[in-house]
């Protein structure tokens, strides 16, 4: 039975970044790290967007956007977006990104296999793994896990539990029909059926794009459902000859649910299963980048992962948003379109980025519908 220093059970977005960092800061050379993941990572399997000011990740950024649009059944708005632009990743450039520089540290290790248990057991942990039927087990001192368990979460009914769910088609149209400069951020002009329901459009030529039917609801759709309303959209953009290039599918939790929780002196809960996703909005890529950062340096410090969490300001608002999209899901467009109809663009991306000053929140806050959200505040003023 091989021992490690360090296990990273999954090999996410989460312990990729994580493992990276470790290896830029130098400070782990003498440790031995283990990732075990069945999936190998080396298809595309899904893209990762994010808003920045800097140049975050820019060597495999593969568009770009300044301008982009949100819209709902009764208007359009151009934001402008500066000093921020909206980006793209493909999971696949970011694999061979990290696995590039991971494969050149001898004290690095990867595994494909499932993993099926993990458990501290006194000063050390182990990991179990099935691969085509045999079973086998690894020791270390400590444990990074960003395999997501729902049950805890869904068998609890303090903090609300909702699903970013989405599908999403990479076309090529015979008609030039998109701006090649200008992102649909969010388009809530198709039919809500009682829901939070848009439409995001991430348009590469004027030929090409990525069209996503996206929910923020409780509960997810047949397959079918999403795709025909992505054909119906493509039809409503004059789109009559296209080619389907590839396809992308995700179901990112979005909660407040206190995870840091579930964590022991030598296994932390990393990625969505640390709640490392922006619980209000389900973006991850640029919060994951924070987090890993952050961990990367508590490691230099501190053993125990029990100090390892911070629950802010933000951590309320985005407990507050969810606890309005939970009981009034239907009025998730409205709760959009106040905060965008008049919000300027660049304070609202900095408060979604929980960089913003108490004043600056208020300026946020303040355009979202009050009424709605009074009610919502006192009737969680009674679950703490």
Not at 60 to 72: E, Q, R, Y
Not at 96 to 123: A, M, R, W
Not at 322 to 334: H, I, Y
């Amino acid at each position: 039975m091989k021992h490690y220093n360090y296990i990273f059970t999954g090999s996410g977005l989460s312990a990729l970044m994580t493992v990276y960092e470790m290896v830029l800061s130098r400070k782990f050379e003498d440790k031995t790290i283990l990732l075990i993941d069945e999936n190998s990572k080396k298809t595309n399997d899904r893209t990762w967007c994010f808003w920045d000011e800097n140049n975050l990740y820019h060597d495999i950024v593969s568009k770009k956007w300044s301008t982009a649009l949100f819209a709902d059944k009764n208007m359009t708005r151009e934001l402008i977006l500066e000093p921020y632009q909206y980006k793209m990743v493909k999971g696949l450039d970011f694999y061979t990104l990290v696995f590039h520089e991971l494969y050149k540290h001898s004290n690095i290790h990867f595994v494909n296999q499932k993993v099926i248990d993990f458990q501290e057991l006194g000063n050390h942990c182990v990991v179990k793994t099935n691969s085509e039927g045999s079973e086998e087990s690894f020791t270390c001192n400590q444990i990074f896990n960003s395999i997501f368990i729902p049950e805890p979460i869904k068998n609890q009914a303090k903090y609300p539990f909702l699903h970013q769910h989405f599908i999403g088609w990479f076309i090529k149209s015979k008609e030039a029909v998109f701006n090649p400069d200008c992102a649909m951020f969010m388009d809530f002009s198709v039919e809500q059926k009682g829901n939070t329901r848009f439409m995001y459009v991430l348009p590469t030529s004027e030929n090409e794009a990525l069209i996503e039917y996206t929910l923020f609801s409780k509960d997810l759709l047949p397959k079918e459902e999403y795709e025909t309303e992505i054909k119906n959209y493509i039809e409503k953009l004059g789109i009559t000859n296209y080619e389907l290039l590839e396809k992308e599918q995700g179901n990112i939790p979005m909660t407040s649910y206190e995870f840091w929780k579930q964590n022991s002196k030598n296994i932390i809960n990393i990625g969505s299963a640390g709640g490392w996703t922006k619980a209000s909005t389900g973006y991850t890529f640029k919060n994951t980048t924070k987090k890993s950062k952050s961990l990367v340096q508590f490691l230099q410090t501190e053993t125990d992962f029990r100090k390892f969490h911070k629950k802010d300001k933000f951590w309320f608002y985005d407990l507050l948003f969810l606890d309005v999209l939970n009981r009034r899901n239907d009025l998730g467009s409205e709760v959009f379109s106040a905060l965008f109809k008049k919000g300027k663009p660049s304070l609202i991306f900095r408060f979604l980025d929980e960089e913003t000053s108490l004043w600056e929140d208020l300026q946020v806050i303040w355009k979202c519908p009050k009424g709605l959200f009074v009610r919502t505040m006192f009737g969680r003023i009674f679950k703490f």
